[in-house]
């Protein structure tokens, strides 16, 4: 079946340092891959996303490209700020599945003024 | 922007007892479906929906659990029995269409089963 393996947080950085989330996959034909951010007591919201290969979805400074030849989606943002500050979760929708989608274990970024 | 809409934002209940956590999904939209969220833990896919019935379940959505979509514009999902085992926040998504992939998620439903 479907997974994502992110990288193991949490992740704590200094204000304006460059981040990145390790992402990586797994399925079977050509799904389509997301990033979600959920702040404290929030819900989900979409970041980005890339539905084929070599597409950067990018949004609010933060990027990331599918890349097919190594299954990965990492999620990279030059300079961070406090509000950042959130669970960054991976994922991807396949193409069969009823376009159920398939999260990675989250991410929690910590940003220090 | 249309939005997918749940309520009640959060609800406390006593182990055994029933709950109904509702949505609103967007109005031309045709797939639905249910994903929790424990504590502290990654985004599980609970159920999903479409044209009047289940068109996948994990092995979490057992029976005491179910889905309903009872007027064309509400989606319900309902535990007949609350374990404390089910206090999660749980969200609800819906899809336009499966070419689209990307769902729209709900703002969830934060349960507390005591």
């Known amino acids: 079946g479907n997974s994502v393996t992110q990288m193991e947080g949490p992740v704590t950085l200094s204000e304006e340092a460059f981040l990145t989330i390790n992402c990586t996959y797994t399925?079977?034909?050509?799904?389509?891959l997301f990033w979600y951010v959920q702040y404290p007591g929030e819900g989900l919201q979409l970041l980005l996303k890339?539905?084929?290969?070599?597409d950067k979805g990018s949004n609010k400074g933060f990027e990331a490209t599918y890349r097919k030849e190594t299954t990965s989606f990492h999620l990279e943002k030059g300079s961070v700020q406090v509000s950042d500050s959130a669970v960054y979760f991976c994922?991807?929708?396949?193409?069969?599945?009823?376009?159920?989608?398939?999260f990675g274990d989250g991410t929690t970024l910590t940003v220090k003024p | 922007e249309p939005e997918v809409t749940q309520t009640p934002s959060h609800q406390v209940t006593q182990m055994g007892q029933e709950v109904i956590l509702r949505c609103v999904p967007i109005?031309?939209?045709?797939?639905f479906y249910w994903y929790r969220q424990i504590l502290g833990q990654k985004v599980e896919f609970l159920v999903s929906?479409?044209?009047?019935?289940?068109?996948?379940k994990s092995e979490i959505f057992d029976d005491q659990f179910s889905v309903e979509r009872p007027d064309g514009s509400n989606f319900t999902l309902k535990i007949r029995s609350t374990k404390l085992e089910d206090s999660a926040m749980y969200f609800c998504?819906?899809?336009?269409?499966?070419?689209?992939?990307?769902?729209?998620f709900g703002p969830g439903t934060r349960l507390l089963v005591l």
């Open positions: 994922a991807l929708s396949g193409e069969t599945n009823a376009g159920k989608s398939t």
């Open positions: 399925a079977t034909g050509y799904p389509s």
């Open positions: 890339a539905t084929k290969a070599d």
């Open positions: 109005s031309n939209h045709l797939y």
């Open positions: 929906f479409y044209n009047n019935e289940i068109s996948e």
């Open positions: 998504a819906s899809l336009p269409d499966r070419g689209g992939r990307t769902q729209y």
